[in-house]
C-alpha cells in the first residue's frame, strides 16, 4: 500500500494507508549530522505545531497526529490542487473569496503560510485546504503577512496569467487587515526596484 506521492527538497510524503500520509523531512548531507538532525526536528515541530494551531483556529488544513524526531502523520485529502482545478472552474470569484477569507482567517490568528501558492491549496467539495506548512511560522509581523500576500500574487501572475486579477481582488476584498495591505505596497515597490 505504501508509497511516495510527493519528494521535494526538504521532505518526503508517503501514503501510508487509504486516508493516511507520513510527512518527514529527510538528512542533508551537505549539513554536519548534529546540525542537520537539529534543523529537521525543529522544523518539524513547528510546522506540526501551525497545522495543530491552524486547525483550532478553523482553518481548513489536513488533520495531524504521531508527531516523531522528523515525522508527522496527516490525513490524506482525496482533492485536486487549486493549480490544477483553477482553469476549468467556472466561478473563480466564488472560489477566491472562499480562499480570501481562509487568508484573512489564518493572519487574523498570526499564522503565515509561507509558501502560499495554488500548489498548496486543495479544493475538497465546496472547501478550500491549505496544505504544506512547511514555511509557515508564527507571528504577527506586518512584513510576514504582506510577503504572504506578495507570494499568492505572484503565483497567480505566473501560473494563471489570464485570470490572476480576478482572484487576487477578491483576496483583497475579503481581506481584513487595512495596515497588512499598505505594507504590500511597499514589499511590492521593493519587489519592483530589485528587478530593474
Known sequence: MEKIISAG???IIR???SDELIKERIRKNYRIREIDEKLRKSRTRIEFNIMKKALAKKVLA???WGLEKFSFKMQYLKGELIRDYLPKCENKKGLFRII???INLMHKNNIIHGDLTTSNMIILGKKVYF???GLGILGNKLED???DL???KQALIAR???CWKECFDEIIRQYEDREALNKLKSVEKRGRKKSQ
Open 150 to 152: 506578495h507570494l499568492i
Open 131 to 133: 496544505i504544506d506548512f
Open 160 to 162: 494563471h496569467n489570464d
Open 62 to 64: 489536513p488533520k495531524v
Open 9 to 11: 527538497a526538504e521532505a
Open 100 to 102: 480570501g477569507r481562509q
Open 145 to 147: 503577512k504582506a510577503v
Open 15 to 17: 501514503q501510508i494507508s
